[in-house]
């Protein structure tokens, strides 16, 4: 029996063994595996690094040009401004030019004789019309048109001193040095 006993001791220090060699093994394994898995995990932090210094470096360009765009912007909106500014002084210097223009141009063409004649042609032709209306609906009457013997009486509230004052539009000006008429 000793024997026997001293192989079942054997037998079983084999197998204590075994499963310590076993259980080592797996242990090895795991361990082979979570080195590995740390592994991938250090290359992944390694790589997503990267992208983070990338994407920095990208937001960082985009930052500038989002600033650069900013100020053109900016002075873009200045410089129409100006040119607006500019625009409507160019206007109102264009304006005046015109209405100094037109009022030279009025001038002369009152002094000359083409105004007198149009004008004598206007006034003439309306008192005819007028004269013949006057005779159509008041045939009966008779018009007086000697109006140096007998005048026609004055509105109410206009006296003849009003009328001796007055210097109407069609009263003769004189030209300013500058060749434009002087504002009453």
Known sequence: ?????????????????????????????????AIQDHANLAKDLQAAERQVRVYESKFADLSAALESAWLSAREA???????EVALEESEQAKASEIEAAVQ????????????????????GSEMVDLIYRFKRYNPGTKLNLNFIVDP???PEGVTEE???????????????????????
């Open 1 to 33: 029996m000793d024997m026997w006993l001293c192989v079942k001791w054997a037998i079983n220090a084999a197998e204590k063994a075994k499963k310590a060699y076993e259980d080592g093994r797996a242990k090895v394994a795991e361990a082979g595996k």
């Open 77 to 83: 909106l200045e410089a129409k401004e100006v040119v």
């Open 104 to 123: 030279e141009a009025v001038r002369k063409y009152r002094y000359s004789s083409d105004f007198s004649t149009l004008l004598d042609k206007e006034v």
């Open 152 to 154: 026609p009486p004055l």
């Open 162 to 184: 009003m009328i001796d004052e007055y210097e109407g539009e069609d009263a003769p000006r004189e030209p300013t040095a500058t060749g434009a008429e002087e504002a009453t």
